[in-house]
């Protein structure tokens, strides 16, 4: 069974400092890897989607990686500013129970302090 | 473009109640699914479908029922909410096929508390 881990917990880092958001999965064999932010009482936002044959994806200040055969991917996040301060989930689109299916990491709650 | 709409945003229920949680989307996407939220434990399957007519279980089926009877609606129905029911519901749809670009899109979620 998939199952996806997203380190640290939770994460606090002063303005204008680079930080990196680290998931990781058990099961190699996924199809994607997706990266979403969710405010507090909102719902998720696609930041990045990487498919299994790409290694990284950008989006202005995001730089996500993947590196699927030790089942790893990180978020980068430049030049952080607080409104980056969120809730960032990972998940992996994967083959399972006879379906597709996305697995979720818990999130790595990103704190940036003015 | 509207994406993915969930209908009611907030709603309280007493045990034994039961209602729909609404989910449409105007992207022609073939997969819905349904997922709760909770506190320590992230986002669970409860439901998904792989198209009109075709439904599934996910990880947390029970006490939830649902159908697709059209490629835009997706309604996840509590039978008889108990507290455990408690949570945050969201919606996602996506393209099915894996050699396509299957980025799922997700609604702003539904807010239940069951007292």
């Known amino acids: 069974k998939q199952e996806v881990t997203q380190i640290p917990a939770a994460l606090s880092v002063p303005e204008g400092e680079n930080l990196v958001l680290n998931c990781s999965f058990t099961d190699s064999a996924i199809y994607n890897l997706q990266w979403f932010r969710q405010d507090p009482g909102k719902g998720l936002t696609s930041l990045l989607l990487?498919?299994?044959?790409?290694r990284e994806q950008t989006s202005g200040r995001l730089n996500a990686s993947l590196d699927k055969s030790s089942g790893r991917s990180t978020l980068y996040i430049a030049a952080s500013q607080p409104g980056d301060s969120a809730t960032y989930l990972c998940?992996?689109?994967?083959?399972?129970?006879?379906?597709?299916?996305?697995?979720f990491g818990k999130g790595t709650k990103l704190t940036v302090n003015p | 473009n509207a994406g993915v709409t969930q209908t009611p945003k907030f709603q309280v229920l007493k045990t034994g109640q039961s209602m729909t949680l609404q989910c449409a989307q105007d992207?022609?996407?073939?997969?819905m699914s349904w997922y709760r939220q909770d506190p320590g434990m992230g986002l669970r399957l409860i439901h998904y479908s792989v198209g009109a007519g075709i439904t599934d279980q996910g990880e947390v089926p029970n006490g939830y029922n649902v159908s697709r009877s059209t490629t835009e609606d997706f309604p996840l129905r509590l039978l008889s909410a108990a507290p455990s029911q408690t949570s945050v519901y969201f919606c996602a749809s996506s393209l099915t096929p894996r050699w396509v670009r299957t980025e799922a899109f997700f609604g702003q979620g539904t807010r239940l508390t069951v007292v």
């Open positions: 990487i498919q299994s044959s790409q």
């Open positions: 998940a992996v689109r994967t083959f399972q129970g006879g379906s597709e299916k996305l697995v």
């Open positions: 992207m022609n996407h073939e997969y």
